[in-house]
């Protein structure tokens, strides 16, 4: 070969390597344990990898049981769009389910992450459990995108979880067919198959499998509270960080109360008895009828379908699993809006802060103020769900309509820095919020402390003391577990 020969081989080689790495940067490929996803990056240079099934789709005679695993696929997987959300309604205006598509085949998760690899030491894991009330809600929402967190340091993973009746129907017929005579919390069933799917393959990502936290709100917080009372979830993730729901006081039913409503669905759809013949009746109606008669009010309203106490997945209320000490022990952050209201949330935030607190956990308690800066917002105050896109460290509200104010900036950087500390350490006061930020000190039932994300961030004690002792006072006296 001539030197000129050589030279032009040397420069052809260059350019096909060039290009290889720069389509490796436009389409990332992660090899999980059922196969190989190719992933996009976006215009931060995070990588996504959308759509990623976690377990079989929950069908046919899989309706109403535990999640299987997904099934293994050969080639090249697409991992640029979402997969269809569980099937659900649009009760909320800001919650469009349809651009995906809503079908019963619906475990998938996402997952956003600044680099791949297993090169220890990972970076921490959190992974988002949505809201909206268990009817409605997906984890690819927008204001559930996580490359700003990935971008200080994260992987993050957003899951869909099946939903309404599909996701939590109690019913003497399905606890029949079950090994642990239990029924009800198929929704549940399907966050801990995604956290194991956790377990098996984030390192791949880059995350490390021994630091997982997981958060969510409203639902999404009890979702998080009825994982730390459940045995099924042991050693699934060491932190936890609830917003504006933690399951005690709220959203989790009795075995006896869910299977009533459960009862009361299907003889609306004409299915009775108890038997193996309505478990198949059940399984042969559709899943759009099932959303139309969910979504029906009768005189007592339409039934509301979520977590139940079944023996299995749920054997204590989260309050009672808490007071025993049955309960995963694990750093905790709970917290609520200011305006969202004192009996359903304020109260239960405490009551779930001092049970935990009690146990000697590592407990930390906020309490989100910002409301836009107009008239209406100012009435409006901080509302359920006003923190969502401030935690992701966006700094601005998904909706317009929520205002603005000059520190919105500042308290979504304070925010996702004081989430992605705790998940990297169990302390929200780490790196990267060591020395920049306030102080925010541990729970003590003593002081209420609490830190305030609002205008200003700073510790105070919690302003409504006088009236959580009231309410913890009747929660006791119908039976709630409160510590005094």
């Known amino acids: 070969m001539t030197a000129t020969a050589s030279r032009i081989t040397t420069i052809a080689a260059a350019i096909v390597a ?5 389509q490796h940067a436009a389409a990332p490929r992660v090899t999980i344990d059922t196969g190989t996803l190719e992933g996009g990056v976006d215009s931060t240079g995070i990588l996504v990898f959308r ?15 535990p999640p299987r695993p997904a099934a293994r696929w050969a080639g090249i997987r697409p991992a640029r769009e979402l997969g269809h959300n569980c099937m659900q309604g649009q009760p909320y205006g800001d919650i469009d389910p349809y651009a995906a598509g809503v079908s019963e085949d619906c475990l998938y998760l996402n997952v956003w992450t600044s680099s791949l690899g297993t090169r220890a030491p990972g970076r921490p894991v959190m992974v988002w459990i949505h809201g909206g009330g268990f009817f409605a809600g997906f984890g690819g929402e927008e204001r559930h995108n996580g490359a700003r967190l990935a971008q200080k340091g994260a992987v993050v993973v957003t899951l869909n979880y099946r939903l309404g009746p599909l996701g939590f129907l109690a019913h003497p017929a399905l606890a029949a067919e079950s090994p642990q005579r239990a029924s009800g919390n198929y929704g549940l069933l399907d966050q801990i198959a995604a956290l194991q799917w956790v377990r098996r393959n984030i390192a791949r990502f880059g995350g490390d499998p021994s630091r997982v936290t997981i958060f ?18 042991k050693d699934l993730f060491v932190r936890a960080i609830l917003e504006s729901g933690t399951g005690v006081g709220l959203g989790i039913a009795s075995k006896t109360a869910g299977q009533a409503v459960g009862v009361q669905f299907a003889e609306s759809l004409g299915v009775h008895g108890s038997g193996a013949s309505a478990a198949r009746r059940l399984r042969a109606i559709s899943a759009d009828t099932l959303l139309v008669v969910a979504s029906r009010g009768g ?5 509301r379908f979520s977590p139940v106490v079944d023996g299995w997945v749920l054997p204590h209320p989260v309050d009672s699993a808490l007071l025993r000490g049955s309960a995963n022990r694990v750093p905790v952050i709970a917290g609520s809006n200011r305006d969202e209201g004192d009996d359903w949330m304020g109260a239960p935030t405490r009551a779930f802060a001092r049970l935990v607190s009690a146990r000697g956990v590592p407990t930390y308690v906020y309490m989100f103020s910002r409301a836009g800066e107009d008239s209406a917002n100012q009435r409006r105050g901080a509302y359920h769900s006003a923190e969502i896109t401030f935690v992701f460290g966006r700094p601005h509200p998904l909706q317009p309509s929520a205002g603005t104010t000059p520190y919105d900036s500042t308290l979504a950087e304070a925010m996702s ?7 990297a350490s169990g302390d929200p006061n780490g790196p990267p919020v060591a020395g920049r930020l ?14 305030e994300l609002g205008p200003e961030i700073r510790t105070r004690t919690m ?5 959580y002792d009231s309410l913890d006072a009747i929660a006791r006296a119908h039976g709630g577990l409160r510590p005094r």
């Open 18 to 22: 060039l290009g290889a790495g720069t």
């Open 51 to 65: 759509g990623i099934p976690y377990a079989a789709p929950p069908v046919g005679t899989l309706r109403w049981r």
């Open 216 to 233: 969510g709100e409203s639902a999404g917080g009890m979702s998080v509270g009825s994982l730390i009372a459940s045995p099924l979830a």
């Open 299 to 303: 005189q007592s309203g339409a039934p």
């Open 417 to 423: 820095d004081y989430w992605l500390a705790f998940a």
């Open 438 to 451: 306030p102080h925010w000190p541990r729970y003590e039932p003593a002081t209420d402390s609490l830190l």
């Open 463 to 467: 302003i409504k003391r006088a009236a």
